[in-house]
């Protein structure tokens, strides 16, 4: 019988290495091999054990370096071959992070997991502005949400459920999608005029962002240059942004050190 | 390092082959934007002469060209300026001058090129002959130290630039009639919430800029300076919300035809009429969605509309006499943008996503030509450098 290694399924958190958890720094410290996506930041994988082996399988939209199903026979396959295996996800691994599906498949081949949840970037982004996701009197639900969609379809989102004043709607890889979902918004009587705000790299030292609003915020996509990743997010909590301070963005606490190079080793499956 | 040396055997060789003299004033470059290159079109022959890597993101790039037409100065969205020879195909400057920019002018002698900058804020000017820096103009928000980001940087008479503070809501003239280098500055303050672009008339008198934090737009007499920057179109802006804004429309674009300009409504299925006498709406024209480039044929008698999301397939075709739509060509998905020949025979489009520049017969609406380029945008004939605010 062959002897298999542990999985950590880890969530990275937005991009501040600060916001990573306790537990997360500790297993990269002590890992043999972590597979890691393109939405961890640079000072996050400085914290990887440098005798690790670092396996690279990042996507970006349209470019996907590995497909989904790659990446499961690929954690399978470390898995039988190191002892410590943390598979790093941007964010939270079970919100829009596929983890789920990770954890599905190291189930049916019989490999241990855990979990270890990481601040999605909703609430870290938000976080970073000072700005609450809910609030008494503004927000009384919030709707994590994806704007990715499978070629030329539609994200399928109950339109009509969404388009409530009283929900704060956080987008995730929203920002090519956008047209359709302000469209569909308004069209199902969102008013134009609710707040939005678009937060690029959020959390990192190249954080950005633009409050506008639902009518205006395709043609500020457009006209600002954001690229992803951004998160996106709609409803009367972002106009507490005109009475709360903005925090200055810190470069990354220098009590972090910078590992070695990594070598980005691209992964090849069997 | 081997794939610069293959690029740079390969423009000796582009350069060997044009050894023939010839004029530039048929010829226009086109962004390739997304593999960071400019296409050369021999509008003539009809054909692709050069394709020229390595100019880096050019998303929302524009460029002007150099007083002889040789030289086509590319402006990045990442802060790239690079010098494009048009006649020997070769790159023959190139700087990254900022980090974020949103376009740039040629002065009127020709020997300045201006960039407009997001990141950090403010206008940065060049010798056109040898792209070092000659001025560095901060465009600081009050007292600074915070500069404002740049919008509608346009080249006026009297060898001037004139550009709008997007943060603190200004128009700047910068006259360098008397310094290359110290160019005395007018400011313009309170002329409205967070201008994002503007235009200047094609005889350099009128410079409009378009607010994006309210509505009207900011109209300065550059004739008359003293009198400052007055209000028009005060409803210009000014939606219904029953749709969102896919694009803001580009005010480069604005057709002048007569005593009337045709202008992009923000947001709603429109093109204004304005009599530019008193600059007051007289009439709506109702178009096939939110309209992006207004253009005018050079001999006034059409004008030609292209859309944004997801209207972007089609061309509409308004008649400026009878205000009416009396043609509608589909040339394919993401007609981003248009440029008519200088004296109006052929129109060209860039048709993004089926990555085909193609011209039309505006007369006959007759395809002429498709050439094949990387996801093609913006086109500029190279007789742009003899007009003004191009």
């Known amino acids: 019988m062959q002897q298999t290694g542990h999985v950590y399924l880890v969530g990275a958190g937005p991009g501040d290495p600060e916001l990573l958890t306790i537990k997360a720094a500790r297993l990269l410290d002590r890992a043999d091999a972590v597979v890691f996506d393109r939405l961890v930041s640079d000072e996050i994988l400085d914290l990887i054990n440098p005798a690790a082996r670092r396996i690279f399988v990042g996507k970006e939209t349209g470019c996907h370096s590995l497909r989904q199903e790659d990446i499961n026979a690929l954690l399978v396959a470390t898995a039988r071959q190191h002892q410590h295996i943390v598979r790093l996800k941007g964010g939270d691994p079970y919100i829009f992070g596929r983890g789920g599906e990770e954890a599905l498949f190291l189930a049916q081949n019989g490999i241990p997991f855990e979990v270890v949840p990481g601040i999605t970037a909703a609430a870290g982004c938000m976080a970073q502005l000072n700005l609450p996701l809910t609030h008494r009197g503004l927000a009384t639900s919030v709707r994590f949400i994806t704007g990715h969609m499978q070629s030329d379809a539609e994200p399928a989102h109950d339109w009509r459920s969404l388009a409530d004043p009283d929900t704060t709607l956080a987008i995730y890889m929203g920002v090519r999608t956008m047209p359709v979902i302000a469209a569909r918004l308004m069209e199902n009587g969102l008013s134009g005029a609710t707040p939005a705000i678009i937060i690029e790299n959020g959390s990192t030292p190249e954080q950005r962002h633009h409050r506008t609003t639902l009518s205006r915020i395709c043609a500020d996509l457009d006209r600002l240059n954001f690229d992803p990743p951004c998160m996106i997010v709609i409803g009367r909590v972002v106009g507490l942004i005109d009475h709360l301070p903005v925090p200055v963005i810190q470069a990354p606490n220098s009590a972090f050190k910078r590992a070695p190079q990594n070598d980005y080793a691209h992964a090849h499956t069997a | 390092m081997k794939t610069a040396f293959v690029l740079g055997a390969l423009a000796i060789l582009a350069g060997c082959t044009s050894l023939e003299p010839r004029g530039t004033h048929d010829l226009a470059t086109v962004i390739a934007r997304a593999s960071g290159e400019v296409g050369i079109i021999d509008t003539s022959n009809r054909e692709m002469i050069a394709v020229i890597p390595g100019l880096g993101d050019l998303s929302h790039a524009s460029i002007v060209y150099s007083r002889d037409g040789r030289y086509a100065f590319v402006f990045g969205r990442d802060g790239g300026l690079t010098k494009v020879d048009i006649l020997t195909h070769r790159i023959a400057g190139r700087i990254l001058q900022a980090g974020n920019s949103i376009g740039g002018a040629i002065n009127q002698d020709g020997s300045l090129i201006a960039v407009a900058n997001y990141e950090p804020g403010g206008v ?28 509608g940087l346009v080249d006026a008479p009297g060898n001037r630039f004139v550009y709008s503070l997007w943060d603190s809501g200004e128009i700047r003239i910068a006259d360098f009639s008397r310094s290359r280098t110290d160019p005395d500055i007018t400011v313009f303050e309170n002329i409205g919430i967070q201008p994002y672009d503007a235009l200047i008339s094609p005889d350099g008198r009128y410079y409009i800029a378009g607010l994006f934090g309210e509505d009207g737009m900011a109209l300065l007499d550059l004739w008359h300076p003293e009198r400052g920057v007055t209000r028009i179109l005060p409803d210009y802006g000014k939606g219904e919300e029953r749709l969102p804004v896919y694009k803001m429309p580009h005010l480069e674009g604005w057709a002048m035809a007569g ?16 009599d530019t006498h008193n600059w007051a709406e007289i009439g709506r024209i109702p178009v096939h969605g939110q309209p992006v480039f207004v253009m005018a044929h050079p001999d006034q008698r059409t004008i030609w509309v292209n859309f944004a999301v997801p209207d972007y397939d089609t061309i509409q075709v308004i008649d400026s006499e009878t205000m009416t739509i009396i043609h509608e060509i589909k040339p394919g998905k993401g007609v981003l943008h248009m440029e008519f020949s200088p004296r109006g025979d052929q129109i060209w489009m860039s048709v993004r996503d089926d990555n085909q520049v193609l011209a039309f017969d505006p007369y006959t609406l007759a395809p002429i030509a498709s050439l094949p380029l990387n996801s093609p945008s913006g086109i500029f004939m190279s007789a742009r450098a003899g007009q003004t605010g191009l």
Request: charged residues 25%; positive net charge.
């Open chain 2, 124 to 151: 940065r000017v060049f010798d056109s002959q040898t792209l070092k820096m000659v001025a560095d103009l901060p465009a600081l928000i009050g007292h600074g130290p915070d500069r404002s980001k740049v919008v």
């Open chain 2, 259 to 274: 005593d009337r300009a045709f202008v992009p409504a923000v947001g709603r299925h429109e093109v204004l009429v304005i």
